[in-house]
């Protein structure tokens, strides 16, 4: 992208677009003046393109665009099942294999599962005869005459798209290419396993190339009308990796961007926790109904287990661990006598009780208001007033429900209210464990970056039982999304099954790769990047002969000790001696992208009175106390705040226990020391 | 009365330790059974041997594993340092193949280290010797089924209990597959313990060993609350496996159970003797049954713990098929046997709460091991996997076709992972159209699933429902049973249920998993 005014001296925009529930949030930066814009506007969910086009006419009118775009159509597409008309050949004797899946039940405990339908019916899945084994050997030659009747009702059914997933196909593609080559040239778009997915486990791989073949038609329709309309100079796609891709080259592959959208907010989060000095971090996004967690230590953590509406995805996504808590989350007392927090939520209608829209039940936001911790007549910056009596009228009746004896100092709202921020700080402590330790890291040497609306209440507490020893909350945390789409780089992934043994050397899996690291630059050069940013990344994933699973390492002359090593770290032992498997070669190959320099303040000095509001109550860990208030819209770089103090700014609210001390940086954001628990 | 709110958070707490157990071990192990089928479970016990929290993995894992904790602690004194192991089903075991491995928790005080409980996990692996690989064999007594470990030291004071893996080892035939086995189940205990440590130092031990109780009390409440809502009478039901594999006479299970006000009484009184073939269930396979159905129909939705099961009082009598006595086969018990105590709970429930019971699932896991040399490799093999059926139809749903029901649910091994590892080719796997039983809600469809042999091997087949019928409900029709067949020179006949043939190369074997039954008049 260049930085330079374009020939015919138009203005130059870099733009940012995601789009989430409510709002379509823009980053818009020009470097003509190098100004920095954050902008939103209402979603338009029949019609998303329509939000994209408005935004776009009244942020960057007559200009020279480069547009970053993370798209949900794609995902809504599966979750809605409104795909494409797709079809789904495979060998035969295993057209049921999206039917079947791992034979396994989503929940033990349910007597009546319902389990999300296949997004290709029995009816449209067809068996060709051909095998092969293995190696790769042919045992059974492609009865290529059999095409022919399926075609033809293909046509008869105007089936679009069609996908195609032979056993072994990754060892051996030629059948498949043979199928795909006939389905193209009588004009469906096809998707073959081996193009997208060349790896071992036919249900995932099956899975991931109808994926695939049943939205990219739909994905395809969607950015033809952008690009049409909206003329951008460059048009990229955010992919699920965290990286972005041409729309051109994102076309054909749908399944890549199918998780685009919390992307962008953990691209986003790397790139201001990294200015601000932290490269290993865990991004904490907690919003309305759910929280996404994902670690970051320097390089996105990146895993091929996803799964969509039911259907695994085995293409390498960003590693975000959801949980169904957020601050419309509601209490209840269960059969047992429990406190409980969730899964049920308020959602936005009729929202938490203080909303005053009807909501009847507690909900964590309820809670934060209670407390204290949520000024009414300053949420979202002062733009809402709140309820704060339907809150505690919520709260009353809860207690009437429960048996539990209020804390000294306490009433019996304040006290369940705390009791409520307790549980649904559980709820997510577990989540952020599972993103960091149950994946190895260790979170005390890591920064919590909070930017969902609902976290600035919370972050400081889950960093403390975590043993985290810092928070950050950058501003404008809202549209962070958009803003790491700009800061994402190119990046395209590239795998081979290989199931080579333990005697395979270095140089003979180099050449392994030889055929990937040529087709990534071929696709970064049409992508625009030139041989300096471009990077190329070789890895390969091992085993020890008898294992399943595989740890990837980087593919270097050590990579038999390193996997070793990354072994015995990982599970606490290791087998030195004991013959590897390599299964899979993979290659990355980044191109990198300069993003949008965020402006940089000298720092002023630290006393920050002149953003203080004023002192109200609040229930801090076991007790009530007036605590100050700060309007975080005056807060400049340099000030500290130490708390306890509620920080109140335009799209979060932030509170600071007793032991924990806030200071603004350079790019405003808000770096908290967290002091450790009180006894 | 326990804090609300404090019991709450400290559920999380202990089921996060237990999940985070089971991450360890499925990543860590070796054998496609654990890693791929995921059949192992994760828990964590308090000082007497009580099951505090376990991460949701293997139903017929569940009631019984407090049986292995509290047989270790029969037999062994605990230092720090030190871990055991049992396999024993007359000792706290289900049968041979799970393998049980405890870690106590000790906490440095001042002076001396307190105990604070228990960690331990439950893998089922893939060979433990015995008569035929893969040990689930066609077996008249126990000692035919494999290596029977009674609670001994895996690990003393932090060492590896040398002499017993080399007794181990040279008892099973994949020794190296079990090693590394083993070193993952320790692994994941170690990290249980570590965090079961981080808890204590955060919390205290008394504190910390008084959410427990908190945590086992508070399950018995739910419990009981949810119990109260069962009408209250007496219900009973029977039905039958198909025989022991031996004497092909129908094995009947019998149960009355009583609703009283929240509290319950399962009565297995009039259940057949105990057969010479291995339909035996010990003691805590029962146990887990009953946990099991329970758990579904009171919609407990909170970890399983012992306190679950403290309103519920069951009668099982000795020497019958719901509590074998030593030393009688058991292999097919756990697998088996377990699936119709299930499926005589159910029918008895339908009598008291018809809108929350299914008609029957396939009523068997379809159990397949195949074992020899695998002349590719140059080394034996020994392979075992379950495949599901069709489960029944509910008052308002079809049944779902090709999963696993009720005790099980392990993944099936993919076919490109299965034909890499070992010597045969799987030529079909699919739906079993037309075998769900028919009703205003249709049963689940069973599998079918054909093996072709690269090479000569024994296969023992431990399956049911091949005579008897996976029943409907309210007038639905039953399930198709399930049909074994092998072709041998071009000649296919049908094969028992239960039986242990040796397979020639070229051989082809097909299994067809029953259907569930359907619910309600057509």
């Avoid at chain 1, 051109?248 to 199918?258: D, E, K, L, Y």
């Avoid at chain 2, 091991?369 to 075992?384: C, K, L, N, Q, S």
Wanted: charged letters at 20%; hydrophobic letters at 40%.
């Amino acid at each position: 992208m260049a930085l330079l005014m374009s020939q015919n001296n138009q203005q130059e925009f870099w733009i940012g677009i995601d789009i989430g529930g409510t709002f379509t949030d823009f980053v818009v930066y020009s470097p003509n003046n190098r100004s920095l814009e954050r902008r939103k506007i209402l979603s338009t969910p029949s019609d998303p393109a329509e939000a994209v086009l408005q935004g776009l006419e009244q942020f960057s009118h007559s200009g020279n665009r480069h547009v970053v775009h993370g798209s949900t159509v794609a995902t809504n597409a599966i979750l809605e099942r409104k795909g494409a008309r797709t079809a789904f050949i495979t060998t035969k004797g295993f057209r049921d294999v999206l039917q079947i899946g791992r034979q396994d039940r989503p929940k033990l405990y349910d007597l009546f599962p319902s389990i999300p339908p296949p997004l290709v019916s029995r009816e449209w899945s067809f068996e060709l005869t051909e095998r092969m084994d293995y190696e790769g050997n042919i045992v059974t030659p492609l009865e290529e005459r059999e095409l022919k009747s399926i075609i033809k009702t293909l046509k008869n059914q105007n089936v679009e798209s069609v996908a195609v997933s032979f056993l072994f196909s990754f060892m051996n593609p030629v059948h498949e290419q043979w199928v795909a080559t006939q389905l193209r040239a009588e004009g469906f778009f096809v998707t073959a396993s081996s193009e997208i997915l060349p790896e071992f486990r036919e249900y995932e791989r099956t899975s991931t190339t109808v994926v695939n073949a049943y939205v990219s038609p739909v994905l395809d329709t969607y950015l033809g009308r952008l690009e049409q309309e909206m003329t951008p100079t460059e048009f990229h796609i955010l992919q699920s990796n965290g990286g972005r891709i041409s729309v051109s080259q994102a076309r054909g592959h749908g399944v890549r961007s199918i998780l685009s959208g919390p992307a962008g907010g953990v691209v986003g989060a790397r790139f201001v926790a990294g200015l601000a000095g932290f490269t290993r971090i865990l991004t904490f996004d907690m919003g309305g109904t759910s929280t996404d967690v994902s670690f970051v230590n320097d390089e996105i953590r990146v895993t091929s287990e996803a799964e969509v509406g039911g259907c695994p995805i085995r293409v390498p996504v960003i590693d975000i661990h959801t949980v169904g808590s957020g601050g419309g989350s509601l209490a209840m007392v269960d059969a047992g006598g429990n406190l409980r927090v969730g899964p049920g939520s308020a959602g936005a209608d009729p929202g938490p009780a203080c909303y005053g829209r009807g909501g009847r039940f507690p909900t964590v936001t309820d809670a934060h208001v209670v407390l204290g911790r949520l000024p009414a007549d300053g949420f979202l910056g002062g733009q809402m007033t709140l309820k704060a009596e339907a809150a505690y009228d919520a709260f009353e009746e809860l207690g009437r429900q429960i048996s539990l004896q209020a804390l000294p100092g306490l009433d019996i709202r304040q006290n369940l209210a705390l009791g409520m921020i307790q549980i649904a700080n559980a709820h997510m402590e577990r989540a952020l464990r599972v993103i960091s330790v149950e994946r190895g890291e260790d979170p005390r040497e890591a920064a919590l970056v909070s930017f969902g609306g609902a976290g600035g209440l919370h972050a400081c507490d889950l960093a403390r039982a975590l043993g985290i020893p810092h928070v950050l909350i950058p501003p404008m945390a809202a549209t962070l999304s958009a803003l790491g789409m700009l800061a994402a780089d190119v990046q395209l992934d590239y795998v081979q099954t290989v199931m080579l043994p333990n005697d395979t050397t270095f140089e003979m899996l180099q050449l392994q790769t030889v055929g990937m690291v040529r087709q990534g630059k071929e696709d970064l050069f049409r992508e625009n990047i030139s041989p300096e940013q471009a990077v190329m990344t070789r890895t390969v994933d091992i085993r020890y002969v008898g294992q399943s699973f595989d740890i990837n390492v980087p593919l270097t002359s050590e990579f038999r000790q390193d996997f070793d090593r990354v072994h015995q770290e990982a599970y606490g032992y290791s087998q030195p001696d004991a013959p590897i498997e390599i299964v899979n070669v993979r290659v990355c190959a980044i191109g990198r992208i300069t993003p949008p320099p965020i402006p940089c303040q000298p720092l002023a000095s630290p006393d920050s009175s002149s953003a203080k509001w004023e002192e109200r109550s609040v229930v801090l860990s076991n007790r009530v106390e007036a605590v100050p208030h700060y309007w975080g819209s005056r807060l400049q770089p340099g000030h500290k705040v130490s708390g306890p103090a509620i920080l109140v700014m335009d799209d979060t609210t932030v509170y600071l226990a007793l032991q924990d001390h806030a200071s603004i940086d350079a790019y405003s954001n808000i770096i908290i020391d967290v002091g450790a628990a009180d006894g | 009365m326990d804090d609300p709110i404090r019991t709450e958070v400290m559920k999380h707490r202990l089921v996060s330790v237990a999940e985070e157990m089971g991450a360890r071990l499925q990543r860590a192990a070796f054998s496609s059974n654990i890693k791929e089928r995921c059949d192992f479970s994760c828990a964590v016990f308090d000082e007497t041997g009580n099951l505090v929290a376990q991460a949701a993995h293997i139903p017929v894992h569940l009631g019984a594993m407090p049986l292995s904790v509290q047989g270790c602690l029969e037999t062994l004194t605990f230092a720090p340092g030190d871990v055991a192991m049992v396999n024993d089903p007359y000792r706290g075991g289900t049968h041979l193949p799970d393998i049980t491995v405890v870690s106590p928790i000790f906490v440095n005080g001042h002076t001396e280290s307190t105990l604070l409980g228990f960690v331990a996990n439950r893998a089922h692996h893939a060979d433990v010797g015995g008569m035929s690989a893969g040990s689930m064999p066609l077996s008249q007594e126990i000692f035919q089924e494999g290596f029977i470990i009674p609670p001994v030291k895996l690990m003393v004071n932090g060492q590896k209990n040398e002499d017993v893996w080399r007794l181990l080892m040279a008892n099973v035939r994949t020794p190296d597959e079990r090693v590394g086995d083993l070193q993952a189940q320790l692994a994941a205990n170690h990290i249980g313990m570590e965090r079961m440590q981080e808890l204590a130092k955060r919390f205290g031990v008394q504190t910390l060993l008084a959410d427990m109780d908190a945590l086992l009390n508070y399950s018995e409440r739910m419990t009981c609350q949810l119990l109260g809502q069962l009408p209250i009478g007496c219900y009973a039901f029977e039905d039958a496996l198909d025989g022991d594999g031996f004497a092909e006479k129908p094995a009947v299970i019998k149960v009355a159970v009583t609703i009283e006000r929240e509290r319950a009484t399962v009565d297995f009184s009039g259940t057949d003797a105990q057969r010479a073939g291995s339909i035996n269930a010990v003691y805590p396979v029962t146990l887990s049954s009953v946990a099991y159905v329970f758990r579904c129909v009171l919609g407990l939705d909170i970890p399983a713990n012992s306190g679950c099961l403290r309103p519920i009082h069951i009668i099982a009598p000795e020497g019958t098929l719901v509590n074998a006595r030593h030393p009688s086969a058991v292999a097919a018990g756990n697998v088996e046997t377990s699936q119709r105590i299930v499926d005589v709970l159910l029918g008895a429930l339908a009598q008291a709460c018809p809108e929350r019971i299914p008609a029957a699932s396939q009523g068997t896991m379809n159990n397949l091991t195949i074992g020899g040399w695998d002349a590719r490799h140059g080394r034996p093999f020994a392979y075992y996997e379950t495949i599901g059926g069709g489960m029944g139809a509910g008052p308002h749903s079809h049944g779902v076709s090709g999963r696993h029901s009720h005790m099980t649910n392990t993944l099936n091994t993919p076919v490109e992972a299965l034909e890499y590892a070992y010597p045969f080719r799987i030529l079909r796997y699919a739906l079993r159209e037309g075998s769900g039983g028919k009703g205003r809600q249709q049963g689940g469809n069973g599998l079918i699933r054909t093996y072709e042999f690269l090479q000569s091997a024994e296969v023992t087949l431990l399956c049911d429902r091949r005579v008897t019928q996976p029943f409907g409900l309210e007038a639905g029709k039953s399930g198709q049973p399930g049909r074994n067949r092998l072709k041998q020179n071009g000649v296919e006949k049908d094969l028992p249920g239960k039986c242990s043939i040796l397979i020639q190369k070229d051989d082809v074997l097909t299994i067809e998993s029953p259907g569930g039954g359907g619910f309600g008049s057509h």
